[in-house]
Protein backbone atom coordinates (compact mmCIF):
# COMPACT_ATOMS: atom_id res chain seq x y z
CA UNK A 1 0.00 0.00 0.00
CA UNK A 2 0.96 3.48 0.02
CA UNK A 3 3.19 4.88 2.70
CA UNK A 4 4.41 7.62 3.96
CA UNK A 5 8.01 7.15 6.19
CA UNK A 6 8.82 9.86 8.97
CA UNK A 7 12.57 10.00 10.17
CA UNK A 8 13.90 10.00 12.56
CA UNK A 9 11.44 8.35 15.22
CA UNK A 10 12.55 10.15 18.11
CA UNK A 11 14.94 13.23 18.94
CA UNK A 12 16.76 14.39 21.68
CA UNK A 13 18.16 18.20 22.06
CA UNK A 14 19.43 21.01 23.80
CA UNK A 15 17.73 23.71 24.05
CA UNK A 16 18.54 25.86 21.52
CA UNK A 17 19.72 23.23 19.02
CA UNK A 18 17.92 22.88 15.65
CA UNK A 19 15.87 20.13 15.11
CA UNK A 20 14.32 18.70 11.73
CA UNK A 21 12.29 15.64 10.70
CA UNK A 22 11.67 14.29 7.26
CA UNK A 23 8.88 12.55 5.71
CA UNK A 24 9.00 10.79 2.38
CA UNK A 25 7.13 8.95 -0.10
CA UNK A 26 7.61 6.58 -2.59
CA UNK A 27 4.78 8.13 -4.67
CA UNK A 28 3.56 11.69 -5.98
CA UNK A 29 1.57 13.27 -3.19
CA UNK A 30 -1.29 15.86 -3.62
CA UNK A 31 -0.31 17.35 -0.78
CA UNK A 32 1.17 17.14 2.83
CA UNK A 33 0.16 18.12 5.99
CA UNK A 34 1.86 18.56 9.13
CA UNK A 35 0.74 18.40 13.26
CA UNK A 36 2.24 18.74 16.10
CA UNK A 37 0.88 16.64 19.35
CA UNK A 38 1.60 17.46 22.94
CA UNK A 39 1.82 14.64 25.52
CA UNK A 40 -1.60 13.53 26.65
CA UNK A 41 -2.93 16.10 23.71
CA UNK A 42 -4.55 15.51 20.13
CA UNK A 43 -2.96 16.83 17.10
CA UNK A 44 -3.10 20.21 16.10
CA UNK A 45 -3.26 21.31 12.52
CA UNK A 46 0.17 23.58 11.53
CA UNK A 47 0.40 23.51 7.89
CA UNK A 48 -0.15 22.46 4.62
CA UNK A 49 1.41 22.12 1.34
CA UNK A 50 0.32 22.14 -1.63
CA UNK A 51 3.17 23.36 -4.72
CA UNK A 52 6.07 21.88 -6.14
CA UNK A 53 9.03 23.16 -4.06
CA UNK A 54 6.96 25.27 -1.63
CA UNK A 55 8.63 26.74 1.14
CA UNK A 56 6.77 28.09 4.47
CA UNK A 57 7.50 29.42 7.62
CA UNK A 58 5.65 29.88 10.86
CA UNK A 59 8.23 31.75 13.36
CA UNK A 60 11.00 29.55 13.93
CA UNK A 61 9.71 26.80 11.57
CA UNK A 62 10.18 25.95 8.79
CA UNK A 63 8.27 23.73 6.52
CA UNK A 64 9.55 22.29 2.65
CA UNK A 65 8.06 19.90 -0.12
CA UNK A 66 9.80 18.42 -2.87
CA UNK A 67 10.55 19.12 -6.20
CA UNK A 68 8.73 15.91 -6.71
CA UNK A 69 6.47 16.32 -4.48
CA UNK A 70 7.74 12.96 -2.45
CA UNK A 71 9.24 14.51 0.37
CA UNK A 72 8.80 16.92 2.92
CA UNK A 73 11.41 18.40 5.81
CA UNK A 74 9.79 20.60 8.93
CA UNK A 75 12.56 22.19 10.69
CA UNK A 76 12.51 24.29 13.70
CA UNK A 77 15.51 26.98 14.53
CA UNK A 78 16.94 27.26 18.13
CA UNK A 79 14.36 24.96 19.94
CA UNK A 80 12.53 25.79 23.04
CA UNK A 81 11.22 23.22 25.58
CA UNK A 82 7.80 24.53 24.46
CA UNK A 83 8.45 22.88 21.07
CA UNK A 84 8.44 19.09 22.96
CA UNK A 85 5.79 16.62 21.18
CA UNK A 86 5.42 14.61 18.68
CA UNK A 87 5.15 15.85 15.22
CA UNK A 88 3.06 14.14 12.43
CA UNK A 89 3.41 14.29 8.59
CA UNK A 90 0.15 13.14 6.85
CA UNK A 91 0.44 12.84 2.89
CA UNK A 92 -2.43 12.70 0.28
CA UNK A 93 -1.74 10.34 -2.75
CA UNK A 94 -3.38 11.36 -5.78
CA UNK A 95 -7.41 10.14 -6.23
CA UNK A 96 -7.34 9.79 -2.61
CA UNK A 97 -10.21 11.06 -0.42
CA UNK A 98 -7.91 10.64 2.82
CA UNK A 99 -4.20 11.31 4.04
CA UNK A 100 -2.05 8.99 5.25
CA UNK A 101 -0.13 9.82 8.67
CA UNK A 102 4.03 8.68 8.86
CA UNK A 103 4.88 7.20 12.36
CA UNK A 104 5.84 10.52 13.97
CA UNK A 105 9.03 11.87 15.16
CA UNK A 106 8.86 12.78 18.99
CA UNK A 107 10.78 15.43 19.80
CA UNK A 108 12.42 16.05 23.64
CA UNK A 109 14.36 19.33 24.49
CA UNK A 110 16.55 19.38 27.50
CA UNK A 111 16.63 22.95 29.39
CA UNK B 1 -11.83 27.05 11.04
CA UNK B 2 -14.41 23.78 11.80
CA UNK B 3 -14.47 23.59 15.60
CA UNK B 4 -15.19 19.73 16.74
CA UNK B 5 -16.98 19.06 19.93
CA UNK B 6 -16.44 15.29 20.64
CA UNK B 7 -17.43 13.10 23.58
CA UNK B 8 -16.83 11.43 26.00
CA UNK B 9 -13.44 12.42 26.48
CA UNK B 10 -12.30 9.65 28.14
CA UNK B 11 -14.06 6.35 29.15
CA UNK B 12 -12.90 3.51 31.08
CA UNK B 13 -15.08 0.55 30.02
CA UNK B 14 -15.57 -3.87 30.85
CA UNK B 15 -14.32 -6.04 28.53
CA UNK B 16 -17.76 -7.00 26.24
CA UNK B 17 -18.98 -4.01 26.13
CA UNK B 18 -19.51 -1.15 23.58
CA UNK B 19 -18.91 2.31 23.43
CA UNK B 20 -20.43 5.49 21.51
CA UNK B 21 -18.43 8.64 20.51
CA UNK B 22 -19.92 11.33 19.30
CA UNK B 23 -18.92 14.08 17.08
CA UNK B 24 -20.21 17.53 16.54
CA UNK B 25 -19.03 19.67 14.26
CA UNK B 26 -19.99 23.40 14.01
CA UNK B 27 -20.65 23.52 10.15
CA UNK B 28 -21.77 21.48 7.79
CA UNK B 29 -19.23 19.13 6.23
CA UNK B 30 -19.38 16.82 2.87
CA UNK B 31 -17.03 14.14 4.81
CA UNK B 32 -16.22 12.72 8.24
CA UNK B 33 -13.15 10.62 9.18
CA UNK B 34 -12.52 8.47 12.35
CA UNK B 35 -8.77 7.44 13.37
CA UNK B 36 -7.54 5.32 15.84
CA UNK B 37 -4.37 6.14 17.54
CA UNK B 38 -2.98 3.11 19.73
CA UNK B 39 -1.03 4.21 22.61
CA UNK B 40 2.67 5.52 21.31
CA UNK B 41 1.53 5.08 17.83
CA UNK B 42 0.42 7.22 14.65
CA UNK B 43 -2.73 7.59 13.72
CA UNK B 44 -4.87 4.86 11.60
CA UNK B 45 -8.11 5.65 9.62
CA UNK B 46 -10.77 3.82 10.94
CA UNK B 47 -13.63 4.95 8.23
CA UNK B 48 -14.83 7.65 6.06
CA UNK B 49 -18.43 8.80 7.23
CA UNK B 50 -20.32 10.94 4.50
CA UNK B 51 -24.10 12.04 5.35
CA UNK B 52 -26.50 9.60 3.37
CA UNK B 53 -25.03 6.31 2.55
CA UNK B 54 -22.65 3.70 4.61
CA UNK B 55 -19.60 4.84 5.64
CA UNK B 56 -16.18 3.50 3.73
CA UNK B 57 -14.04 1.06 6.21
CA UNK B 58 -10.42 0.92 5.54
CA UNK B 59 -8.62 -2.55 5.80
CA UNK B 60 -8.82 -4.05 8.92
CA UNK B 61 -11.66 -2.51 9.95
CA UNK B 62 -15.35 -3.73 10.02
CA UNK B 63 -18.96 -2.22 10.30
CA UNK B 64 -19.75 -5.17 12.81
CA UNK B 65 -16.95 -4.18 15.23
CA UNK B 66 -16.81 -0.36 14.24
CA UNK B 67 -20.21 0.84 13.03
CA UNK B 68 -20.64 4.46 11.93
CA UNK B 69 -23.72 7.08 11.84
CA UNK B 70 -23.60 10.10 10.16
CA UNK B 71 -27.38 11.47 10.20
CA UNK B 72 -26.68 15.23 9.19
CA UNK B 73 -24.16 16.85 7.62
CA UNK B 74 -22.68 18.09 11.33
CA UNK B 75 -22.37 15.12 13.39
CA UNK B 76 -21.34 11.51 13.76
CA UNK B 77 -20.81 8.45 15.97
CA UNK B 78 -18.31 5.72 15.80
CA UNK B 79 -19.23 3.00 18.42
CA UNK B 80 -16.26 0.58 19.19
CA UNK B 81 -18.39 -2.59 20.28
CA UNK B 82 -17.72 -6.04 22.05
CA UNK B 83 -14.37 -4.01 23.49
CA UNK B 84 -11.42 -5.84 24.60
CA UNK B 85 -8.42 -4.27 26.22
CA UNK B 86 -6.79 -3.72 22.75
CA UNK B 87 -9.58 -1.69 22.29
CA UNK B 88 -7.94 0.64 24.81
CA UNK B 89 -6.64 3.81 22.02
CA UNK B 90 -7.49 7.62 21.25
CA UNK B 91 -10.30 8.05 19.06
CA UNK B 92 -10.58 10.92 17.29
CA UNK B 93 -12.73 12.35 14.58
CA UNK B 94 -12.03 14.75 12.06
CA UNK B 95 -13.72 16.60 8.90
CA UNK B 96 -13.34 17.31 5.25
CA UNK B 97 -9.55 18.78 4.58
CA UNK B 98 -8.18 16.60 7.67
CA UNK B 99 -6.98 19.16 9.15
CA UNK B 100 -9.07 19.44 12.12
CA UNK B 101 -9.30 16.93 14.92
CA UNK B 102 -11.80 16.74 17.93
CA UNK B 103 -10.10 16.47 20.56
CA UNK B 104 -10.17 13.18 20.80
CA UNK B 105 -12.01 9.96 23.37
CA UNK B 106 -9.29 8.31 25.40
CA UNK B 107 -10.68 4.46 26.01
CA UNK B 108 -9.28 2.56 28.67
CA UNK B 109 -10.66 -1.36 28.39
CA UNK B 110 -10.45 -3.68 31.84
Known amino acids: GQQVMQIPQYQHVQEGEDFTTYCNSS?????IQWYKQRPGGHPVFLIQ?????EVKKQKRLTFQFGEAKKNSSLHITATQTTDVGTYFC???????????FGDGTTLTVKP | SAVISQKPSRDICQRGTSLTIQCQVD?????MFWYRQQPGQSLTLIAT?????????ESGFVIDKFPISRPNLTFSTLTVSNMSPEDSSIYLC???????FGQGTRLTVV
Open chain 2, 94 to 100: SVDTEAF
Open chain 1, 27 to 31: TTLSN
Open chain 1, 49 to 53: LVKSG
Open chain 1, 90 to 100: AGRFRNAGKST
Open chain 2, 27 to 31: SQVTM
Open chain 2, 49 to 57: ANQGSEATY
